[in-house]
């Protein structure tokens, strides 16, 4: 799915989930001269709450949530 889920302030709701922590600590850097935005992939909010006590786990070899877009090079 290609919608994005963002806080109030346009970042993920979070990229770092624990039984203890839920933060946004990962973003994308990218420099608007060289390149653009095509789209940003969703992260699943629901599916890592729902499925998961925290990270890393039997599905995800890290404690923090990939982050996807495709870019266009200028």
């Known amino acids: 799915e ?3 889920e963002k806080s109030n302030d346009g970042h993920p709701k979070f990229t770092n989930l624990k039984p203890d922590f839920l ?3 990962d973003f994308i850097f990218y ?6 935005v ?4 969703e992260i699943d ?3 890592y709450l ?11 070899g890290s404690d923090h949530i990939p ?3 495709y870019f266009n090079i200028n």
């Not at 420099?31 to 653009?36: M, Y």
């Open 45 to 47: 909010e629901e599916m």
């Open 2 to 4: 290609e919608k994005e």
């Open 67 to 69: 982050l996807m877009a």
């Open 31 to 36: 420099d608007t001269q060289k390149c653009s």
């Open 38 to 41: 095509e789209k940003i992939l």
């Open 50 to 60: 729902s499925e998961n006590k925290g990270l890393p786990n039997s599905f995800h």
């Open 23 to 25: 933060e946004t600590l």
